[in-house]
């Protein structure tokens, strides 16, 4: 079993920035890929980014590429989410999520492992 805890949502001005934190307990998250997903009030769950095991390949959905950065640090067996020039558009509950065969795939069906979520709200 693997639990996933994301922290550091919160209420930002757009145009500011958010990190979040996804911490691993139960099992090393070092062999699996991870994603973010996002789902904002009554719109389906979405992919945001992902990122292979070892970190060295990353990738992001369109909307957000160039404003948003996936990483993690396999010692603290944690990912992150850095969000740089948040839009309104992107308010939702960040979900990380844990891929046990593979990375970047963009269904949610293809995670196992999912975090409670956290808060995400951008204003105008």
């Known amino acids: 079993q693997v639990q996933l805890v994301e922290s550091g949502g919160g209420l930002v001005q757009a145009g500011g920035s958010l990190r979040l934190s996804c911490a691993a307990s139960?099992?090393?998250?070092?062999?699996?890929?991870m994603g973010w997903f996002r789902q904002a009030p009554g719109k389906e769950r979405e992919f945001v980014a992902g990122?292979?095991?070892?970190?060295?390949?990353?990738y992001y959905t369109d909307s957000v590429k160039g404003r948003f950065t996936i990483s993690r640090d396999n010692a603290k067996n944690t990912v992150y989410l850095q969000m740089n020039s948040l839009k309104p558009e992107d308010t939702a509950v960040y979900y990380c999520?844990?891929?046990?065969?593979?990375?970047?795939?963009?269904?949610?069906?293809?995670?196992?492992?999912w975090g409670q979520g956290t808060q995400v709200t951008v204003s105008s």
């Open positions: 990122i292979s095991s070892s970190g060295t390949s990353t």
């Open positions: 999520a844990l891929d046990l065969t593979s990375w970047g795939r963009r269904r949610a069906n293809d995670y196992t492992y």
């Open positions: 139960g099992r090393s998250i070092s062999i699996y890929g």
